[in-house]
């Protein structure tokens, strides 16, 4: 079965970091664009970050550029979010999806990041 599933979440201090993990397994990350996304309960969830499966540009959204940083490891067929100087306001559930023209759209179940102040 085709799926992807985050890992990497946790409780941190604020300035602190956490990697998360968007590992894929039954296709190939590479041919998709990836990208993470967080929620509050009660509110919307919003774009974090993206990767370009064409020629890996990035984007960040306002609130994280210059903390958060997305790469991918092809070989390991996963995709990291790497989250410095955390924030209390960073707190969110985080989940990864997956798109790729004319292909199923895929995300993961999410995986809880706390941030304490």
């Known amino acids: 079965e085709a799926q992807i599933v985050e890992s990497g979440g946790g409780l941190v201090q604020a300035g602190g970091s956490l990697r998360l993990s968007c590992s894929a397994s039954?296709?190939?990350?590479?041919?998709?664009?990836i990208g993470w996304f967080r929620q509050v309960p009660g509110k919307e969830r919003e774009g974090v970050s993206c990767?370009?499966?064409?020629?890996?540009?990035?984007y960040y959204a306002d609130s994280v550029k210059g903390r958060f940083t997305i790469s991918s490891d092809d070989a390991k067929n996963t995709v990291y979010l790497q989250m410095n100087s955390l924030k209390p306001e960073d707190t969110a559930k985080y989940y990864c999806?997956?798109?790729?023209?004319?292909?199923?759209?895929?995300w993961g179940q999410g995986t809880q990041v706390t941030v304490s102040s």
């Open positions: 999806k997956a798109v790729a023209m004319g292909r199923p759209i895929y």
């Open positions: 039954g296709f190939t990350l590479d041919d998709y664009a």
């Open positions: 990767m370009s499966s064409s020629d890996g540009s990035t």
